[in-house]
């Protein structure tokens, strides 16, 4: 079965602090993984995909098949990262019907 | 552009009644999901649809729900006779043609059935 896990329903950190939101997904194929992420009273909106490579914001998040994790990292967390993550999967390829884990929140403390 | 826009952001309803949750994609933008969001979980993927085609609807149940997105105006999911589990958030997102790879949510709208 296709399934995104998230294990932490919530992770407090002290800013500066690293922070490392984990993911594990379930999927024989090969997977295209997204992180999202809800900042409080805004939308969900993307924050970074494993084709792309990139660092937004400071995160970066490696795509490991061996271990089915797509875990997302920050080495100094802001108190402006505090926001509900989301991780997410798409099986299909081309159009992105995604499936979501149930996210995990963060909380950055001064 | 404003963005994804869905209304109303908050709909109460009795048992029995229809729900009626409206999606304005972005514009320029052909394509829509739908995604249910019960408390304490992720977004469950619903249906998707390109203008006048629902494409994907393998997250839909199989009764009382059902969506369209008509050649004018926006897409709709509508929920007949609503039961108490229906209770939850809705998220549409759009994203354009060429890019279907690439969503944008809306702000959701939350249902309560009471």
């Known amino acids: 079965a296709q399934r995104v896990t998230q294990p932490e329903k919530l992770l407090s950190v002290f800013k500066g602090a690293p922070v490392e939101l984990k993911c594990n997904y379930s999927?024989?194929?090969?997977?295209?993984l997204f992180w999202y992420v809800q900042y409080s009273r805004q939308r969900l909106q993307l924050l970074l995909r494993?084709?792309s490579r990139e660092s937004i914001k400071g995160f970066t998040a490696d795509l490991n098949k061996g271990e089915t994790s797509f875990h997302l990292k920050k080495p100094f967390a802001q108190e402006e990262d505090s926001a509900m993550y989301y991780c997410?999967?798409?099986?299909?390829?081309?159009?992105?019907?995604?499936?979501f884990g149930a996210g995990t929140r963060l909380a950055v403390h001064p | 552009n404003a963005g994804v826009m869905q209304n109303p952001r908050h709909l109460v309803r009795r048992r029995g009644q229809e729900a009626r949750l409206r999606c304005s994609p972005m514009?320029?933008?052909?394509?829509v999901y739908w995604y249910r969001q019960l408390p304490e979980e992720g977004l469950k993927f619903m249906v998707y649809?390109?203008?006048?085609?629902?494409?994907?609807e393998s997250g839909m149940p199989k009764e009382r729900f059902s969506a369209e997105f008509p050649k004018e105006g926006p897409s709709i999911l509508r929920i007949q006779q609503v039961v108490r589990g229906d209770s939850a958030a809705y998220f549409c997102?759009?994203?354009?043609?060429?890019?279907?790879?690439?969503?944008?949510f809306g702000p959701g709208t939350r249902l309560t059935v009471l």
């Open positions: 997102a759009s994203s354009p043609p060429l890019l279907a790879d690439t969503q944008y």
């Open positions: 999927y024989s194929g090969s997977p295209e």
């Open positions: 494993h084709i």
């Open positions: 997410a999967l798409n099986p299909t390829g081309g159009y992105n019907k995604l499936i």
């Open positions: 514009k320029g933008h052909s394509h």
């Open positions: 649809l390109q203008k006048e085609n629902i494409i994907d």
